[in-house]
């Protein structure tokens, strides 16, 4: 049996809005350290993983391990019922074929329960292995989103660079070309407005834009992204859940013949 | 030409 209470429901409905447009049906996971989930978009060129611990949670009770299928669209369609304010109830049992969501607005004066119907889906687990990374860069999420959006209007595709002069946002299209450089700068009011490069060795690597802006679709749950890079590797770009865990991407380079 | 491998080129099916 799993049964979890969310104070701050608005986080799950912002989870749903950063997933749902890259992953139609996804298995949740739900064990003693929390509910997560792991799911490749269609193409099978991008990874999405979310850990909510159960630390994170107002109360959290799970008996035993066990998944639930979702239709990700199916899910945000009931949360979005949802008020912003309102505490976020979710229970499920081992084997069953729906799952309970109940809000909960603060005065307690509204109640509401929404049943989904699960689903089977047959998903593969991958293994994503520890890798020391040439270069993290950790930069405001509204400005990594800023960048994608604008250079998604130029081309399809991201070549970011790392060196030692900062990194490089590049994208070329048939109306020209575009390079924008973000420097360290640490000199910022508030920690979060700050952009961090931590390099090893300078790295590039070439990206589909299309993937990047969905990432950015999780802007609303952090201040802060974190971009980890290492020639040859799937790019991680990384917004952490305060208090609960995270949301990560995993998207694979484009790679030259 | 430029490719556009899958993740599952980099991260093995468990």
Known sequence: MLELRLVQGSLLKKVLESIKDLVNDANFDCSATGFSLQAMDSSHVALVSLLLRSEGFEHYRCDKNFSMGMNLGNMSKMLKCAGNDDIITIKGDDGGDTITFMFESPSQDKIADFEMKLMDIDSEHLGIPEAEYHAIVRMPSAEFARICKDLSSIGDTVIISVTKEGVKFSTKGDIGTANIVCRQNTTVDKPEEATIIEMQEPVSLTFALRYMNSFTKASPLSNTVTISLSSELPVVVEYKIAEMGYIRYYLAPKIED | ?14
């Open chain 2, 1 to 14: 030409g430029i490719n556009q491998p899958t993740i599952t080129k980099f991260f093995a099916k468990l």
